[in-house]
């Protein structure tokens, strides 16, 4: 019998706070019921199992991130909405480096994670939309703001930009001034 107040969303967010503290990897069943204080067999009243509980994990983050995103959208276009998504995703992978790491997994075609993930190139698309990118050439722009923002992102949690000057906040200002350009001077037809 599952505890009284326990919850798949209180499991899973639990297993969230888990990955914020001690990262990805510490998310286990194990550990998770530790932390909500039942035994194991009790969780999975509420996730199947680990895979599980990661991919609930994924899709909490991806579902938590994209509504900061739509938030920080909300009336602005162009260099400002690109600011917003850029600066919302960084921030949350600061303040959320577990759950940060889950938004980077790679889920199944099946998976509910996908349906959160596929949000988050909505939100990227409607931040083009204040660009001159031809809609046919979207998916390449999307793919580069992507990969900016991530990459950055994981090469600063990684330390990567620790023993160089100037400080990383400067580079991401460049970086995003950058995608700016980029998307405002799209090449026509990848020439």
């Known amino acids: ?69 739509g938030a920080a959208l909300a009336g602005r276009s162009g260099r400002d909405a690109l600011q917003a998504l850029a600066d919302t995703y960084r921030t949350y992978a600061t303040e959320h480096p577990g759950r940060y790491a889950a938004t980077r997994r790679a889920v199944d075609a099946d998976s509910p994670a996908l349906a959160a993930g596929r949000r988050h190139t909505d939100l990227v698309t409607a931040v083009l939309r204040g660009y001159p990118v031809p809609e046919r050439e979207r998916v390449h722009a999307v793919r580069l703001v992507g990969s900016t923002v991530h990459g950055f992102t994981a090469l600063q949690a990684s330390g990567a930009f620790e023993h160089s000057n100037p400080e990383a906040d400067v580079s991401w200002r460049r970086a995003v001034d950058a995608l700016d350009v980029a998307l405002r001077h799209w090449p026509e037809d990848g020439a």
């Open 1 to 69: 019998m599952p505890r009284a107040g326990l919850s798949t969303a209180a499991v899973l967010t639990a297993a969230a706070d888990l990955a914020d503290r001690e990262g990805l990897d510490a998310v286990t069943p194990s550990a998770v019921a530790r932390s909500v204080g039942v035994r194991t067999p009790s969780l999975y009243a509420h996730v199947a199992g680990a895979e599980a509980l990661r991919e609930g994990v994924t899709t909490l983050a991806l579902d938590e991130l994209a509504d900061r995103v």
